[in-house]
T-cell receptor, first 115, second 114 residues
Framework: EPEVTQTPSHQVTQMGQEVILRCVPI?????FYWYRQILGQKVEFLVS????????KSEIFDDQFSVERPDGSNFTLKIRSTKLEDSAMYFC?????????????FGPGTRLTVL | AQKVTQAQTEISVVEKEDVTLDCVYE???????LFWYKQPPSGELVFLIR??????QNEISGRYSWNFQKSTSSFNFTITASQVVDSAVYFC???????????FGEGTQLTVNP
């Protein structure tokens, strides 16, 4: 069964450093998403992406964040200058269609620790 | 704005008990979608069910059942004859047709003791 993959599974970085989290969505999916979950809290939407453009972003997704589809398979989330409060689990998701009844398939997550 | 409330932070039951997880939502859209996800201790998000706002029929899948009541804006999830493997955090989520985001509730930590 096709699945969303994410690398690395765990990333440790120093405050102020740039990090890039990588995702490989399911191959025939056209819509991509990033969510984050601070430890012990709920899952929060960051951004959705389609046709090389951001479709929607939350108030969390400020200028420190950017997304990119650098090639036909990867989807990345970049945090330019990490803060302690960026420590969280970051989930990538993808869906085949835009419609709300279309399931978003989640990857296993990347745990980001900012020291 | 959309909002999902899961008032039960933690529930602890003994194996074979039935347990219901509550979910109440708020939305201005007339068409929307509701979801339940399971997050086991390993951390991944496992999709359980999706429900359209125009389909209020309750659903049963094995030991799982869902009760959708539009009149009370609730989408509750019942596990019958719970098992230790059901121990996880369960999230209810809402998606409006006007956007792409899933809005999650705070989650309910279910612990099933042997």
């Amino acid at each position: 069964e096709p699945e969303v993959t994410q690398t690395p599974s765990h990333q440790v970085t120093q405050m102020g450093q740039e990090v890039i989290l990588r995702c490989v969505p399911i191959s025939n999916h056209l819509y991509f998403y990033w969510y984050r979950q601070i430890l012990g809290q709920k899952v929060e939407f960051l951004v959705s992406f389609y046709n090389n453009e951001i479709s929607e972003k939350s108030e969390i997704f400020d200028d420190q964040f950017s997304v990119e589809r650098p090639d036909g398979s990867n989807f990345t989330l970049k945090i330019r200058s990490t803060k302690l409060e960026d420590s969280a689990m970051y989930f990538c998701a993808s869906s085949e269609r835009w419609e709300g009844d279309n399931e978003q398939f989640f990857g296993p997550g990347t745990r980001l620790t900012v020291l | 704005a959309q909002k999902v409330t899961q008032a039960q932070t933690e529930i602890s039951v003994v194996e074979k008990e039935d347990v219901t997880l509550d979910c109440v939502y708020e939305t201005r859209d007339t068409t929307y979608y509701l979801f339940w996800y399971k997050q086991p201790p390993s951390g991944e998000l496992v999709f359980l069910i999706r429900r359209n706002s125009f389909d209020e029929q309750n659903e049963i899948s094995g030991r799982y059942s869902w009760n959708f009541q539009k009149s009370t804006s609730s989408f509750n999830f019942t596990i019958t004859a719970s098992q230790v493997v059901d121990s996880a955090v369960y999230f209810c989520a809402l998606r409006e047709t006007s956007g792409s985001r899933l809005t999650f509730g705070e989650g309910t930590q279910l612990t099933v003791n042997p």
